[in-house]
């Protein structure tokens, strides 16, 4: 059984940072594609990063560009989500996602965590 579970998120103001860590356990499985989705309340769940295996190629949503930084660590076997500059409108329950491509990821994750509640105060 594959698990995501997601750790590091909370209540921060505008502002401020806070980092996400997603651990992947379990059976091996194809996570060339990692990243992170969010979903605001009363809206649909929204692509936010993606990387590939090797870390060099990676892709984020517009709104989160120059703001957010995303990386991979494999020997903890983790991805990180680095999030700056935080606005309120990041409040979210961001979720851990993997694909076998980064590509992919955006579209159809193959797997997902639980999610963890990111909160941004005014």
């Known amino acids: 059984q594959v698990q995501l579970v997601e750790s590091g998120g909370g209540l921060v103001q505008a502002g401020g940072s806070l980092r996400l860590s997603c651990a992947a356990a379990?059976?091996?499985?194809?996570?060339?594609?990692m990243g992170w989705f969010r979903q605001a309340p009363g809206k649909e769940r929204e692509f936010v990063a993606a990387?590939?295996?090797?870390?060099?190629?990676?892709v984020y949503v517009d709104s989160v560009k120059d703001r957010f930084s995303i990386s991979r660590d494999h020997v903890k076997n983790t991805v990180n989500l680095q999030m700056n500059s935080l606005k309120p409108e990041d409040t979210a329950v961001y979720y851990c996602?993997?694909?076998?491509?980064?590509?992919?990821?955006?579209?159809?994750?193959?797997?997902w965590g639980q999610g963890t509640q990111v909160t941004v105060s005014s």
């Open positions: 996602a993997a694909a076998p491509t980064p590509a992919l990821l955006q579209k159809t994750p193959t797997h």
């Open positions: 379990g059976r091996p499985f194809n996570s060339n594609g």
């Open positions: 990387i590939s295996w090797s870390g060099i190629s990676t």
